[in-house]
């Protein structure tokens, strides 16, 4: 069971470049998550998606898109890249339905970009 | 969602008990509260979660006051690999909501 699973691992790209960040989750799960974490500092929201088709903006979604066409893939898109969008960029999944908890996020282990 | 507030960081020694504070007043009725932690730059882990009733599994306890406006995570012989960046979160249940993180605690485990 690989879980959650992101690439590339690593990148660095030029600025003005663009690029897609893949995750995939094999668990079934209806929420997937992007966040990016910046040196020393906490996870921030960027997007999220309650189910294929369904995404909405978290806390700094500016600089990026996504896209939900399955269950399974969740890309987060970079079109203009940026040194500010150096980070560390984290994928999750979790299952939540109404009336029920959320069960636990699974992680992915991060793609860490440095735009230069 | 309700905000959570938690000690920017804290010091544990090897083999004792953490004791890990988090304020979440404001908490809904609906709301649990999650607890993850993340490992240097690892992905976060979940460790544990609860809605009202003490709840304990083989990484931690969470113990959550009566009126739920506060809980601690205890993890109970805290080793050298405790070391990491502890987050407490309350979310409701049901659809559509996020998931945030806040600053969390950085627990630092030593010998």
């Known amino acids: 069971n690989a879980g959650v699973t992101q690439t590339p691992k690593f990148r660095i790209l030029k600025i003005g470049q663009s690029m897609t960040l893949q995750c995939t989750q094999d668990?079934?799960?209806?929420?997937m998550y992007w966040y990016r974490q910046d040196p020393g500092m906490g996870l921030k929201l960027i997007y999220y998606?309650?189910?294929?088709?369904?995404?909405d903006k978290g806390e700094v979604p500016n600089g990026y898109n996504v896209s939900r066409s399955t269950t399974e893939d969740f890309p987060l898109r970079l079109e203009l890249a940026a040194p500010s969008q150096t980070s560390v960029y984290f994928c999750?999944?979790?299952?939540?339905?109404?009336?029920?908890?959320?069960?636990?996020?699974?992680f992915g282990q991060g793609t860490r970009l440095t735009v230069v | 969602d309700a905000k959570t507030t938690q000690p920017p960081s804290m010091d544990c020694a090897e083999g004792r008990a953490a004791n890990l504070p988090c304020n979440h007043s404001?908490?809904?009725?609906?709301?649990?509260v999650y607890w993850y932690r993340q490992i240097h730059s690892q992905g976060p882990q979940y460790i544990i979660h609860?809605?009202?009733n003490n709840e304990t599994n083989e990484m931690a306890s969470l113990i959550i006051t009566e009126d739920r406006k506060s809980s601690t995570l205890i993890l109970p012989h805290a080793t050298l690999r405790d070391t990491a960046v502890y987050y407490c979160?309350?979310?409701?249940?049901?659809?559509?909501?996020?998931?945030?993180f806040g600053a969390g605690t950085i627990l630092r485990v030593k010998s």
């Open positions: 999750a999944s979790s299952y939540g339905t109404a009336g029920r908890m959320n069960t636990e996020a699974f």
């Open positions: 668990m079934n799960h209806n929420y």
């Open positions: 998606s309650v189910g294929a088709g369904i995404t």
């Open positions: 404001t908490i809904s009725g609906n709301e649990y």
């Open positions: 609860g809605l009202k």
């Open positions: 979160i309350v979310r409701p249940e049901g659809y559509g909501n996020k998931l945030v």
